[in-house]
């Protein structure tokens, strides 16, 4: 079974506009955490934003948020405002605290164009 | 130079030769990583250095070959590869490989391998 969900293969969004990328997961750990990841056609993985399975509050950073809800099981990417560079795969990952190698598990991804 | 640096950025090989990808980080940090990304598919881990030691293998067939000299440096060597391993292979660095849940991955840009 896939640990980590991305349903939106590519989206189109007009600039300046928020966009929401969503993001399920499934884990039966209590301690786990998950990542955002940007990937512009350049390749490079740039982190944008973490949220601990503890942590009582959603993350931000900046324009980009991250919508968390539990007990839904989904950690979906919020970003603000949206800039032509943000047109790049937004990628989802996940870190189980009780596993004993901690290896990053992987969404699919979703490609995100933004239009002037 | 700083954060992860890997060369080359493009490769194309034949199936009878033998190259090496290099990465590089300049971060402090004690853990490398490869990964593989083909097109449409989650990023696969392929090996895990922690302080010099391998700690993961993901059923990585042996035509691919790492190397972990220090902490700052990894290799992977390649040898005998087939057209289906054309992909495009991060490598990226953290702390350490076994920090609770939140361990982020600085990646370098990668190498875009393409076998004939």
């Known amino acids: 079974a896939q640990k980590i969900t991305q349903t939106q293969p590519g989206m189109f969004v007009q600039e300046k506009e928020a966009v929401t990328l969503d993001c399920t997961y499934d884990t039966s750990d209590p301690s786990y955490g998950l990542f955002w990841y940007k990937q512009p056609s350049s390749g490079e993985m740039i982190f944008l934003i973490y949220q601990g399975s503890y942590d009582q509050q959603n993350a931000t950073e900046g324009r980009y948020s991250l919508n968390f809800q539990k007990a839904r099981k989904s950690a979906n990417l919020v970003i603000s405002a949206s800039q032509l560079g943000d047109s790049a795969m937004y990628f989802c990952?996940?870190?189980?605290?009780?596993?004993?190698?901690?290896?990053?598990?992987w969404g699919a991804g979703t490609k995100l164009i933004i239009k002037p | 130079e700083t954060g992860v640096t890997q060369t080359p950025r493009h490769l194309v090989m034949g199936m009878t030769n033998k190259k090496s990808l290099k990465c590089e980080q300049h971060?402090?940090?004690?853990?490398m990583y490869w990964y593989k990304q083909s097109a449409k598919k989650p990023l696969e881990l392929m090996f895990v250095?922690?302080?010099?030691?391998?700690?993961e293998n993901n059923s990585v067939p042996s035509r691919f070959s790492p190397e972990c000299p220090n902490s700052s440096h990894l290799f992977l060597h390649l040898h005998t590869l087939q057209p289906e391993d054309s992909a495009l292979y991060l490598c990226a660095s953290s702390q350490d490989s076994l920090r609770g849940p939140y361990n982020e991955q600085f990646f370098g840009p990668g190498t875009r391998l393409t076998v004939l």
């Open positions: 990952a996940m870190r189980e605290g009780m596993d004993s190698n901690y290896q990053l598990i």
């Open positions: 250095y922690n302080f010099k030691e391998q700690t």
């Open positions: 971060l402090g940090h004690n853990a």
